[in-house]
């Protein structure tokens, strides 16, 4: 019996380390965006990703100050920090314009992701 259970393991082990690397290639292969919070604004203001595909918005916050990333309608929502840098994921979209705003300067920091 502790024969099989010892041959088992470093299958085990095997398996678990396989899923592993396919778990970070699958995420290192995800289309990226950068956004820069600067100023009380975005940049860029417009994100084009391609349509029913998962992409990954990288936001560094510039300052000065905290920022917000907030989209209603794509149920997303992060605050940020002046200085750091965060990453957030999305699932496939349907093609459209998607807004997203910062809550700290609503009137400045606006923004739209447009999926094709």
Known sequence: MNRIRLASLPFASLLFVGSLLLSFAAQAALPTYKL????????????????????????????????????????????????????LVFAPLKPGRYRFFGEFHPDTAQGHIVAK
């Open 36 to 87: 820069i919070i600067k100023d009380g604004r975005f940049e860029p203001e417009t994100i084009t990703v391609p349509a029913g595909i998962r992409f990954k918005i990288v936001i560094t916050n510039q300052g000065p100050g905290a920022e917000e990333f907030e989209s209603k309608k794509l149920r997303k929502e992060s605050v940020i920090a002046e200085g750091v840098t965060r990453s």
